[in-house]
């Protein structure tokens, strides 16, 4: 029997509804409203459609939304003024950073000057910080959106062996801690595993929950999956054929217990997640 199809698309509707309605009390009882400043530099053809995506969904859900748009040639310096100047702008809650950058621009640098209170992405090392201790501000976007998934759609995760293969800073560094705190959506045994790691088929058949985020078109394959386990893909790489994970979901379905889709899948609980972030960095701004 082919596996449960976790539809994230579907999730991301209903939690946009959600959101709009917390919008509108938080607008009713404050004198500003939530605003995300997307910072774009350049004219990379994926950026565009990544940025008109986060603009459209901050619209559906009633939150301002700006595009702070700069030349491919913007020297860092420059980038670095326009961040501070956002940073001290009270009517800004949320700043994104549109990744990649240029070569001349030292992205690290970039994202570390976002302030903390306004990094909604979750890449500054203050926030990295609270999360692996325990005590969050914002949680990266994808894997908030992992979890939120998980949660919504009645996968436990106590006591289960979760395998995430991947050690992105974005991705599967932050989900590991994520899955090992105390209480609700945690309490996993992970294993973290990479491009690196000898015989990953070894520790993918062991995992009750396995997330794909390596970046490898159709990576993980049926004979990599444990039966009835649940597979999250991650991944979106484009091909000849369109887009596709990294997971060959034609034959893992097969096996698998439950598998998400690509595109449908994780892609539009990410963007989601950053509305979630932008309204709590608003709450925290007017506190």
Do not use: W
């Not at 887009?243 to 892609?267: K, Q």
């Amino acid at each position: 029997m082919s596996a449960r199809i976790l539809d994230g698309k579907a999730l991301a509707a209903r939690i946009q509804a959600e959101l709009a309605d917390e919008v509108v009390e938080f607008i009713a009882n404050n004198t500003t409203e939530p605003t995300l400043v997307a910072v774009l530099v350049g004219e990379d053809p994926a950026s565009e459609v990544y940025v008109r995506s986060k603009r459209k969904a901050c619209e559906l859900v009633g939150m301002e939304s700006r595009l702070q748009r700069l030349p491919a040639d913007v020297t860092q310096d420059e980038l670095l003024r326009i961040i501070g100047r956002l940073n001290k702008d009270d009517e800004v809650h949320g700043i994104l950073i549109q990744l990649p950058l240029p070569p001349q621009i030292d992205a690290t640098r970039v994202l570390h000057a976002v302030s903390p209170h306004k990094d909604v992405d979750g890449f500054h090392p203050e926030n990295v910080g609270r999360l692996v201790q325990g005590r969050p501000r914002f949680v990266p976007c994808t894997p908030r959106g992992i979890q939120e998934l998980l949660r919504r759609e009645g996968i436990e995760t106590a006591g289960r062996h979760v395998v995430v293969v991947g050690r992105s800073d974005i991705v599967g560094k932050p989900l590991a801690n994520m899955l090992i705190q105390r209480g609700p959506g945690g309490d996993a045994t992970v294993t973290l595993c990479h491009s690196r790691t000898p015989n990953l088929a070894q520790f993918t058949k062991q995992a009750d929950i396995l997330v794909a985020a390596i970046g490898r078109p159709k990576f993980i394959t049926a004979d990599m999956v444990k039966p009835g386990a649940v597979v999250i893909d991650v991944g979106i790489n484009r091909t000849d054929a369109g887009l596709v994970g990294d997971v060959d979901f034609d034959s893992v379905r097969e096996v698998a217990g439950a598998i998400t889709p690509v595109p449908g899948g994780i892609g539009p609980l990410t963007i989601t997640m950053l509305l979630a972030n932008t309204l709590l960095a608003a709450r925290e701004a007017t506190a």
